[in-house]
């Protein structure tokens, strides 16, 4: 989830929220200051429900922000880099740009989050009883009450050992030091995302099909989240190692960006087996990238007038990368890019020595796990790392 608005910095950790977290924030708002605390305490004004509510949705996205930092700082101190956090739907991110080093700073790291949401929670829970020593049982003590238990559910729930969520970071470095080899220690905590995932979707699906509990949505959602999340990081750990000089499809064919689109159909298209071209100018440097479903989409009565350049994806936004860079660093770049998930391989002189396909990297794959014996965070409602992050971002 991208950032909406940075909020600023606090330890030196770049802030900020994502729309989303609205929606999340409004939810308690009005849950608790419309629907349970009057119920509960009858006699107050109404805004007098709807101002704990508000402080509540507040103090609880703080406290994820605690958990947050706490990944985040305990990183940085571990030499690893950090992106930011940022606040969402479903709690909150810690980006990581860089991994742990050793399967104990993994550990510590992870440990941390839940351990910042266990003290959040005995903090709360002091107050609560502070406030019933001054105040008597009452609004006060309720929201605190709420907030404290809200955050040992915190803690337990990212304590599941399955990845993304932090105790799946925990039983990675667990395995991680058990075998030597981060990768498939991470496969295997990604895996167990996997499957805690599709759990979570089907006990929701349980809940609104026989309950008839909305409830249930929000499991299918984080349920959801998680699948999508582990599965990224099991494709990421998949492809640890691999540069992209390894995958990519060499010698690509070059057609001139001056001839018209139906020229290149008869002279290109129809007599290379290949589904993507790249464009040169004049001048021999490459202008653009041309996919054949970019083609197919144009009219025919169009093709003779409308030269390949019109229709291609300009160079500018088209991803580019270097034989000797991490294939994952450069699918990171892939993402949002024209080009239809491809990537044009340039070597140190400029010269177009290969593009990458997402064929490219399928194949790469399914030969990486041949290689090697099979072998990334992210908090719910929790607080999660970026799934598509890593080694980039992960997310804690
Ligand atoms: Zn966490």
């Known amino acids: 989830m991208g950032e909406t608005i940075r909020l600023g ?37 109404e805004p007098t429900y709807l101002v704990a509510g508000v402080l509540a949705a507040a103090l609880f996205l703080g406290s994820i922000l605690a958990h947050e930092l706490a990944h985040a700082v305990l990183a940085r101190r571990r030499g690893v880099e950090v992106e930011g956090i940022v606040l969402w739907l479903l709690g909150g991110v810690a980006k990581f740009r860089s991994e742990a080093r050793t399967p104990r700073d993994e550990i510590a790291i992870a440990a941390a989050g839940p351990l910042m949401s266990l003290v959040v929670a005995a903090v709360l829970g002091a107050g609560a009883g502070l406030a019933v020593v001054l105040l008597g049982t009452g609004l006060v003590v309720t929201v605190l009450g709420w907030l404290g238990v809200l955050n040992v559910l915190l803690a337990l729930f990212n304590l599941i050992p399955a990845a993304p969520l932090d105790g799946g970071r925990i039983l990675r470095g667990v395995l991680w030091a058990r075998s030597g080899d981060p990768s498939t220690a991470a496969v295997s905590a990604a895996r167990g995302g996997k499957a805690f995932g599709i759990a979570l979707i089907a006990l929701g699906l349980l809940l609104v099909a026989i309950l008839v509990s909305l409830d249930g949505l929000w499991l299918m959602l984080l349920g959801w989240f998680i699948v999508t999340a582990a599965g990224a990081e099991e494709f990421h750990a998949n492809l640890k190692g ?18 018209a689109v139906q020229e290149l159909v008869d002279q290109y298209v129809l007599t290379q087996r290949c589904s993507t071209f790249p464009l040169r100018g004049f001048d021999g440097r490459i202008t653009g990238l041309l996919p054949l479903t970019t083609i197919k989409r144009t009219p025919a009565s169009q093709r003779t007038e409308q030269r390949a350049r019109d229709i291609a994806c300009p160079i500018e936004r088209v991803a580019t990368g270097h034989p000797d860079e991490d294939l994952t660093t450069l699918l990171e770049r892939v993402r949002g890019t024209c080009g239809e998930g491809r990537a044009l391989v340039f070597d140190d002189a400029g010269e177009l020595v290969g593009i990458v396909s997402p064929r490219d990297v399928s194949h790469a794959r399914e030969l990486h796990a041949l290689r090697q014996p099979q072998r990334g965070q992210q908090d719910a409602t929790t607080d999660g790392r970026d799934p598509t992050g890593p080694r980039g971002a992960v997310t804690r």
Request: no cysteine; proline share 7%.
């Open 9 to 45: 910095r606090i330890a030196g950790i770049a802030v900020g929220v994502n729309w989303s977290v609205l929606v999340i924030a409004t939810l308690i708002a009005l849950g608790l200051g419309v629907g349970s605390l009057p119920t509960m305490h009858p006699g107050h004004a």
């Open 242 to 259: 691999v540069r992209v000089g390894d995958v990519m499809s060499r010698a690509p064919v070059v057609a001139p960006d001056w001839i």
